[in-house]
Structure formats: C-alpha cells, structure tokens
C-alpha cells in the first residue's frame, strides 16, 4: 500500500526567503508523485507532478521539486516566496493504474505562512 | 471555462439527518472522484467513477454513504443518518481520462453535523 508523509505540519518563512516543504512516500512499486497547493475555501490545484524521466520537476508560480528514489522523497522548493504563497500544499502519491484509474494518496499537508 | 462546481458549499445538519451533496464536473470528463478531508488532514479517497459506472467504493466509511452518477455528468454523494463524526469537507475532482492525469478539484462542501 502507498503513503505519503509531510512531517512538517507548519512552515513560517519570511517573504522574499527560500522554502522546502518535505514530502516521503513509500510504495512497493514505481509511483507518480504529485503536489498541489489548497488557498482558503478553495480547492486543491495542481503545482506539478512527476511521472517519470527527469527527477527536476518544475511547476507554476516558480515552484519546483526533485524526485529522490534512494531516499523515497519529493520535497517541493521555491527559491524566494511571496506573500500570496500563503496556504496548504499537500503531496501525493499514485501507483500505476490498475482497474483502469489510479488512486491517489495524500499526505496530511503543510500550511506555508510567508511573513512580510 | 468552468471548473467543478459543487453545491451546496456548506451544510449543517442535525445528527440523524440525511444529506445530498452535489458535483458538477467539467464537461466531458471521464473519471471523477470524491474525497472526504477532516479537519487537519488531507483529502481521503471516497470513491470513483468512470463515465456512469462507480468502479470502486472502497473508501466509502459505512453502508450510510452512497454516491451516484446516473448519466455520467453530475455526481450525487449522499449521507444518511449523519453522524458527527461525518462532519468534513467534501471534495469532488474529475479529469479527463483514466490514468496519471491531473485532477481538477471543486471547492468542496463543508457540512457540519450538530
């Protein structure tokens, strides 16, 4: 069975400074790694995903995350954050499809407080 | 265009009461999916379906959850009997094929079982 860990349930960080918010998975088979980011009141969005090839992944609003296999981790970082970067980010994890869909686990998520 | 919608966006409920909580998809997608997020934590797979056929219910945490999908555009998840440990919000993502693709989510609804 699959599952997604995000130890970190709060991350503050002044603006204008780097971020990285970790994300372990585990699986017994290869993965498809996913990270969206939930606002207030609204629903989750996709920042980027990785299916294979290429372990730099980059996403929208500068974001970008390296799939690690040895290490099983995805953490998602951004060079320099803003205000508006405020919110939940949730990683997830999918197996290949079976059944003809893939099921996708989340990890409990991490809430991003940029400080001016 | 338009993304998922989902209504009502909020909901409460007397315990003992029996809900219906609607999900409009994006036209033309294929898969859609329910999750259930309490609070603090993330979304949890409920069930899915492709087109009209509800392909796995395995999340779905009692015989009192039921969801629907008759012609396989709009989505009906409805609660009977709620209890208040039924009280979360409801998430509906759909996308346009099976596979790795992404999933476009609605805002959910967040229903409050007193």
């Known amino acids: 069975a699959q599952s997604v860990t995000q130890l970190d349930s709060q991350v503050p960080v002044f603006e204008e400074a780097p971020v990285e918010l970790r994300c372990n998975y585990s699986?017994?088979?290869?993965?498809?790694l996913f990270w969206y980011v939930q606002y207030p009141n609204q629903g989750l969005q996709l920042l980027l995903k990785?299916?294979?090839?290429?372990?730099l992944v980059k996403g929208i609003n500068g974001f970008e995350a390296e799939f690690n296999k040895s290490q099983t981790s995805f953490h998602l970082r951004k060079p320099s954050v803003h205000i508006s970067d405020t919110a939940e980010y949730f990683c997830?994890?999918?197996?290949?499809?079976?059944?003809?869909?893939?099921?996708?686990?989340f990890g409990t998520g991490t809430k991003l407080q940029v400080i001016p | 265009g338009a993304g998922v919608s989902q209504s009502p966006r909020y909901k409460v409920a007397k315990r003992g009461q029996d809900v219906a909580l609607r999900c409009d998809p994006i036209?033309?997608?294929?898969?859609l999916f329910w999750y259930q997020q309490a609070l603090g934590q993330g979304p949890e797979f409920l069930t899915y379906?492709?087109?009209?056929?509800?392909?796995?219910k395995s999340g779905l945490p009692s015989d009192r959850f039921f969801a629907e999908r008759p012609e396989g555009s709009v989505s009906t998840l409805k609660i009977q009997r709620t209890q208040q440990e039924d009280s979360a919000v409801y998430l509906c993502?759909?996308?346009?094929?099976?596979?790795?693709?992404?999933?476009?989510f609605g805002p959910g609804t967040r229903l409050t079982v007193t």
């Open positions: 993502a759909s996308s346009l094929r099976q596979g790795p693709y992404e999933q476009y």
């Open positions: 699986s017994s088979v290869s993965v498809y």
């Open positions: 990785y299916l294979s090839g290429s372990t």
């Open positions: 997830a994890v999918s197996e290949p499809p079976s059944g003809g869909y893939q099921k996708v686990t």
């Open positions: 036209s033309g997608h294929v898969s």
């Open positions: 379906f492709q087109n009209e056929a509800q392909l796995d």
